[in-house]
């Protein structure tokens, strides 16, 4: 992607560039709070860090953190990435710094037997049969059950066009609150109860 190379305010850059999203969804709060204070860690993330600082900072570069529901009652909690026209190299720095994320899960997953969560990534270059997808999961039934959700959900369409009907099921947190997890990203419940990241 290399942000330095994004095409801003009807400039161009040559190079060849994909469309696609991240999604992760985890059981609790607390686990992704966890997730992300190990994420934080890994000298790319510091360097790049994909998180918004400012309220006005509508970059596409961020990740964005939503509540998720898997049924009546189940909320699970989710932070996205989608990203369109970037440079998506798996030898850029800056896209190691995302797909960091799936490295912290399956660690914790190893070390945790009833850690929850549930990955998908999906890209598409602008050939048409340049896509991949992936999604993964732990042990347990509810991973399971997200990882089948999100590979549903989230998808490439042979014509090459990202499917994505997870929004209708997501609130996305008001910008104000996403500015980083150390300064405790918070969204507002059905009881408007505030929970803080």
């Known amino acids: ?6 095409s801003h305010g009807g400039g161009k850059t040559m190079g060849y560039r ?4 991240i999604a992760v969804a985890f059981e609790s709060l607390e686990e992704m709070r966890e997730v992300l204070a190990v994420y934080r860690l890994d000298p790319r993330v510091q360097k790049h860090n994909p998180f918004p600082k400012d309220i006005d900072d509508d970059s596409d570069y961020y990740w964005t953190f939503h509540t998720y529901d898997l049924d009546s009652d189940t909320t699970c909690y989710l932070m996205r990435l989608d990203f369109y026209g970037w440079k998506w190299y798996a030898d850029y720095e800056d896209v190691q710094s995302y797909q ?4 912290v899960c399956k660690q914790f997953a190893r070390e945790r037997e009833n850690f929850t969560y549930a990955y998908r990534f999906v ?5 048409h049969d340049d896509y991949e997808e992936e999604c ?3 042990e347990s039934y509810l991973s399971q059950m997200l990882v ?4 549903e959900e989230i998808g490439v369409r ?3 066009e990202l499917t994505d009907d997870l929004e209708q099921n997501t609130t996305q947190l008001d910008c104000i ?3 980083t997890v150390s300064q405790g990203l918070t969204k507002t419940t059905k009881e408007n109860d505030h929970v803080s990241i």
């Open 1 to 6: 992607m290399h942000r330095d190379n994004l």
């Open 18 to 21: 994909s469309d696609g999203i």
């Open 100 to 103: 960091h994320i799936f490295t």
């Open 123 to 127: 890209r598409g270059g602008e050939e």
């Open 136 to 138: 993964y999961g732990s």
């Open 148 to 151: 089948e959700r999100l590979t």
């Open 158 to 160: 042979m014509t090459w």
């Open 177 to 179: 609150y996403n500015q």
